[in-house]
């Protein structure tokens, strides 16, 4: 295993968005089988970001600054609840961390490429590093952690943002539609006061994207904590993938969960 | 003390399953006895299930409340009416016939001293004999061991059953407890109680006042330390009373205050007229300690 490096090229075969919620892991949520269908629509996500067998796959989730991480670095759940016995694994911020662990749960062993974006990186710096990650020659798949709005509702994280459903629907409408320039159109002032943390992660999707348009297959959408949750699969348009790494279907009938 | 030489093996025994009936419960896994009397005067709601239908819907309602076993006395522990052997037969087991009819995997522990009640006890389906007046009648514990059940080993304080406490004194109240307990253990196993079913219970206020009994809680760490699956009795009890000031009506949370740092400490099996009250304050002492994880957490998580 090696780190990727500037100039390595990338060719995307897939993207799978998903929540950075430390509820995705089941050692943090006591005995409950917490949001099965939030966890078996980022398993499935997974699954097909796999399929087309990719020789690297880039987990990009937001933290306190842009950067690499070990590849072999894993979550701890033991920093969310104290009294679990630690991994022993070099730690990661959680976005990452949550990646790292959809990747083993779905058995995943090869190539990583652990991708920190700062939380407060403009724009313009989103979408340089999502080219400088994208390009021809390899077979890559990106692994997106990032959230919506915390500011969903009354009993939200962040308490009622009466602009927060605004914001998560457009992230959603630009996940449906292909649109995902229109990511990069998110405002980054408005993002911060909804607690959107997902903003910088899903603009360096769109600067990594290889061009407009794609097919979206939306698994999960849906805020049942306050926090905007969105699961998606997303195939590049067809002339961007070479003819042997083709989609091929994945999790079978998962129907999608919407909301409200 | 008839039956107890000083001096049991103090060599601690590795902590272990517990067998009871047909259920094993491991370390950690606490447990609730619930306390059934079938008896006109006992000292907390006395009367309430001496009527045989009353006490089959306690049974029910414990049951439900998550009891593990079910304690059936016959006999009150304080001075009273005579009630012979026939007259608690009488009392107890046509009645521990029905709950085990009506509950074939519950665990039935019968609180007696007597031999005469355990055989018959046994006859029934009795699970557990509960020998709060520590091996008075040594004869007791056999019977335990050729029905292949446990046996609790209580230390009484040396006083005969139905006797109160008079300006007891001991030099180390902890020490004569293990002294008394190993003692009825080794005894136990040295007659054929299959040592997995074996509890002690340092009895509180059985032959000890209010400072004995709270001096037996503090350390209560040092009866775990010995191995043997532990038992606490402190339900409504006067130590409890005495502490609070407080009428036997009016002592829920110093039980459940007691309950939980008994807990803490390490007692697996808990004697309780609450139930539900007890098992919540087990359920929340047990995700402290970290012998269980919570049952469900998503504040802050999200």
Redesign the interface.
Known sequence: MRHLVDGDALVLMGAALCPA???LHPA?????V?LPELRAACACAVKQLLTGEPDTVVVIGPAAATGQWDPFGRLDPSV??P?LPATGHKLLPPALGLGAFLLDQAGYTGRRHLQAVGDDEPVGACVRLGRRLSGTGTKSAVLVMGDGS?RRTMK??GYLDERASAFDAEVERAVRAGDLGALQRLDQRLAHDLMATGRPAWQVLSGAWPGPGHDAEVLYCDA????GYLVAYLRPPAAFIPPRAMYRPGCGANSEHSAE | MSAAAPGGSREPRPTGVLRLGRREFPPGQLVVMAIVNRTPDSFYRPGVTWDPAAALERVHEVVADGADIVDVGGVPARPGDEVDANEEIRRTIPFIAAVREAYPELIISVDTWRHEVGREACAVGADLLNDTWGGWDPRLVEVAAQAGIGVVCSHAGRLPPRTRPFRVSYDDVVSDVLNVTLSLASRAVAVGVEPDRILIDPAHDFGKNTWHSLEITRRLGELVATGWPVLVSVSNKDFVGETLDAPVDDRLAGTLATTAVCAWLGARVFRAHHVRETRHVLGTISVIR?D???????R???
């Open positions: 919620t430390p509820l943090v949520t006591g005995r409950a917490v969310f609840a009294g915390a939200a994280p049942p904590f306050g926090v | 970290g269980v994880p919570p049952a469900r957490v998503v802050g998580l999200a």
